[in-house]
């Protein structure tokens, strides 16, 4: 029973590029969580998302960052012209169903490192 | 103030001691509380939820005081193993319910 999925574990960009991180739920979790830790802090909530839909955003930053959980293939956090303050470790959690007792299981992380 | 507080130590102790976290946060409507792990360079696991009757877990104990928004986590006969980064989490409130809230973590080393 695999758990949460994340791709790629280490990524390296240039100042001005694109970053794609991709995170596949757990097998029957249809709810996806993206935290950011940066180095020497706690991890902070991004966003929340179901299939086709961004329930609570109200982590991310207002530019640059998006999030997408397509009806098919996994959940996809872009970062567009990253910049050295991006680097970070990004998180991905899912659950069976949202809030109230449910346990969030997170995935490996992806390493951000941006030059 | 930040929402959820926690000691970053280091905590240094030999094997077989006892130590204890403590964390507070800053919201009176939380309602769901836990204590997760994460080793170095990993993802963060769930070590135990936190009950307002307090709870245990083989050598871990978590409690839960309300009217101080205090909790902790107690580890007896500590272990190399345990050796790890202590992360108390709180659950959103109110609409937010599907975030849940970090401290920065509390640093354990058993030393052999």
């Known amino acids: 029973n695999a758990g949460v999925m994340q791709n790629p574990r280490h990524l390296v960009r240039r100042r001005g590029q694109e970053a794609r991180l991709r995170c596949s739920p757990m097998k029957g979790h249809s709810h996806v969580y993206w935290y950011r830790q940066l180095p020497e802090e706690g991890l902070k909530f991004m966003v929340y998302l179901q299939k086709e839909n961004i329930i609570d955003e109200s982590g991310m930053p207002k530019e640059r960052f998006s999030a997408e959980f397509p009806k098919e293939g996994p959940s996809i956090l872009r970062i567009q012209q990253v910049v050295r303050g991006d680097s970070a470790a990004y998180f991905c959690?899912?659950?069976?169903?949202?809030?109230?007792?449910?346990?969030?299981?997170f995935g490996p992380g992806t390493r951000l490192l941006v030059l | 103030r930040k929402e959820v507080e926690q000691d970053p130590g280091p905590f240094n102790v030999p094997e077989g001691a006892t130590v204890a976290f403590n964390c507070t946060y800053s919201?009176?409507?939380?309602?769901?509380f836990f204590w997760y792990r994460q080793d170095c360079r990993k993802e963060p696991k769930l070590l135990m939820s936190?009950?307002?009757s307090g709870n245990e877990d083989g050598r871990f104990t978590a409690q839960l005081n309300r009217a101080s928004q205090y909790i902790s986590l107690l580890i007896r006969d500590s272990k190399l193993s345990d050796s790890a980064t202590y992360l108390c989490?709180?659950?959103?409130?109110?609409?937010?319910?599907?975030?849940?809230?970090f401290g920065t973590g509390t640093l354990l080393a058993v030393q052999p």
């Open positions: 989490v709180v659950r959103g409130y109110g609409g937010a319910t599907n975030k849940l809230i």
């Open positions: 959690a899912s659950s069976p169903a949202a809030g109230g007792l449910e346990t969030q299981y």
């Open positions: 919201n009176s409507a939380s309602q769901s």
């Open positions: 936190v009950y307002s």
